[in-house]
C-alpha cells in the first residue's frame, strides 16, 4: 500500500482510504464485523465522504456484467476491463492516488481503451463501489437497525437521489423496512419524478 509519505497524492477522503478491505474481494464488508460503535461511526463517515455534492450526470457504478446474459460471442464490456487495471494498482482505497490512476490511464490508452476524464470517472466510480459495500452491510448485516437510526436512511435516500450507489441504497432502505425512517424514504424515492424509472420502481416495490 502506498502513504501520503510516498509522495503520492490520494485521490479519496480520509476516512475512504483507511478502509481496510481490498479491492480485489471488493470492497466487501465481513459478515462477521462487529456492530461496534467504531464500526458504525466508521461506516457512516465513510458513506457522508463518498455522498457527491450534487447529482451524478450518469448513475455510478454501472450495473455488474451477468454471464447468463452476456451471450456465448459477447465481449466484455470496456469498463470491466479497465477496472482490472485498476485493480492491478490500487488494491486497497489507501492506494487510489493520482500517480497510480495516471499509471493506470496510460496503460488503459495503450490499450486502446476510452480515457476520456479517466481521473474523474474512475475516482467516483470507486467511490460508489465502496458505497455500494457500506449500504449493504448497513442494510442487510446489521441487526441493531436502531443504532443505524436515522442516520443510515438518511443517508441512503440521499445516495439514491444522487445516482451514487443508487441501486444499493433503496435494497438497504427495503431491508430496513420495518424502520418508519425507511418507508418513509421509500415513498419520496418512489414519488420523485427526477429519478431513473427503475430506481423509482425497486422503491415503489416495497410499499405495494
Known amino acids: 500500500m502506498t502513504t501520503e509519505d510516498d509522495g503520492e497524492e490520494p485521490l479519496l477522503p480520509e476516512a475512504v482510504r483507511s478502509l481496510p478491505y481490498s479491492w480485489d474481494l471488493g470492497f466487501i464488508w465481513p459478515?462477521?464485523?462487529?456492530?461496534?460503535?467504531?464500526?458504525?461511526?466508521?461506516?457512516?463517515?465513510?458513506?457522508?465522504?463518498?455522498l457527491p455534492p450534487a447529482p451524478l450526470t450518469a448513475p455510478e457504478p454501472p450495473p455488474e456484467v451477468i454471464l447468463k446474459f452476456?451471450?456465448?460471442?459477447?465481449?466484455?464490456?470496456?469498463?470491466?476491463?479497465?477496472?482490472?487495471?485498476?485493480?492491478e494498482r490500487m488494491p486497497y482505497a489507501l492506494c487510489v492516488t493520482r500517480e497510480r490512476m495516471a499509471e493506470a490511464e496510460a496503460e488503459c490508452?495503450?490499450?486502446?481503451?476510452?480515457?476520456?476524464?479517466?481521473?474523474?470517472?474512475?475516482?467516483?466510480r470507486i467511490s460508489a463501489w465502496i458505497a455500494e459495500q457500506v449500504?449493504?452491510?448497513?442494510g442487510l448485516m446489521v441487526d441493531d437497525t436502531a443504532a443505524i437510526t436515522p442516520w443510515a436512511m438518511e443517508?441512503?435516500?440521499r445516495c439514491a437521489q444522487r445516482g451514487m450507489a443508487a441501486e444499493q441504497a433503496v435494497w438497504a432502505l427495503r431491508n430496513t423496512a420495518e424502520v418508519p425512517?425507511?418507508?418513509e424514504a421509500l415513498a419520496r424515492l418512489a414519488a420523485d419524478e427526477a429519478l431513473?424509472?427503475?430506481?423509482?420502481?425497486?422503491?415503489a416495490q416495497e410499499l405495494a
Do not use: M
Request: net charge negative; glycine share 2%; charged share 30%.
Open 135 to 138: 449500504l449493504y452491510w448497513c
Open 196 to 203: 431513473p424509472p427503475e430506481i423509482r420502481e425497486l422503491a
Open 155 to 157: 443517508l441512503a435516500e
Open 181 to 183: 425512517q425507511s418507508r
Open 31 to 50: 459478515p462477521e464485523t462487529e456492530e461496534s460503535q467504531k464500526n458504525l461511526a466508521y461506516a457512516r463517515a465513510v458513506l457522508e465522504a463518498c
Open 109 to 124: 490508452a495503450r490499450r486502446g481503451f476510452d480515457t476520456t476524464d479517466f481521473t474523474e470517472r474512475w475516482t467516483v
Open 70 to 87: 452476456l451471450g456465448q460471442d459477447a465481449s466484455w464490456p470496456e469498463w470491466t476491463q479497465i477496472r482490472h487495471v485498476l485493480r
